[in-house]
């Protein structure tokens, strides 16, 4: 019994996980408020105090890559992981630049003109921190494999200081193909909270070394 204990206290601890190269890319919605100049009679506003408010929700691109990081064996079904990537959201609308009905103002149009909008028109640049599982239950590890992916994390570091809290759940795939290397790609449902809750759809894809 002592021989067995000191083998097992002297021999190597087995490594497990891995490191994986992810690229993303998606659409997520923001909204985006806007004034008019004008009384809905057409009467300009001599106080900008009185500006009619109107919101819209614009839909936008967005895009990014980065590092993620593995729990788990390469013959796991459910490894755990940790995504830190870039993403870059494109610039938002001018609503002036669109028309009533883009706008979605059905019921009280403002006229191109008489638009006020202060909207970013730069793109926003985010990194991106996750913590989440990836779990296969059809196929096996060492070949194709579908499942689902759930993470939870934040956007951490923005260049307008909106930071985030960011909720996603999808299905997955993965497909074996080398000893340690594997390829995988998901889509996920996001939802980014703030003030408010930005809905998105975003796919990851990428490649996977297993150190074990």
Not at 201 to 210: D, N, S
């Amino acid at each position: 019994m002592f021989l067995t204990t000191a083998l097992v206290l002297l021999s190597d601890p087995a490594e497990a996980g891995g490191l994986g190269v992810v690229a993303t890319g998606g659409a997520h919605t923001e909204e985006v408020f806007y004034y008019s100049s004008r009384s809905p009679d057409g009467a300009p506003y001599s106080d900008i105090q009185d500006y009619d408010q109107y919101e819209m929700v614009q839909t936008l691109p967005n895009l990014g890559a980065g590092l993620e990081l593995l729990l788990g064996d390469r013959d796991d079904r459910i490894i755990g992981l940790f995504r830190f990537y870039y993403n870059m959201d494109s610039a938002q609308k001018d609503p002036a630049a669109l028309d009533s009905a883009k706008r979605g103002d059905e019921t009280s149009p403002v006229a191109s003109d008489d638009v006020v909008a202060n909207v970013r028109d730069t793109a926003r640049h985010i990194g991106i921190g996750s913590v989440g599982l990836s779990w296969g239950f059809l196929g096996e590890p060492d070949g194709f494999q579908f499942g689902g992916i759930g993470q939870i994390g934040a956007g951490l570091v923005t260049s307008d200081h909106t930071e985030f809290l960011l909720v996603g759940l999808g299905p997955m795939i993965t497909y074996k193909v080398a000893r340690q290397a594997q390829l995988f790609a998901d889509v996920q449902y996001e939802v980014r909270i703030r003030d408010d809750l930005q809905h998105s759809v975003a796919g990851f894809a990428g490649a996977r070394y297993m150190f074990d």
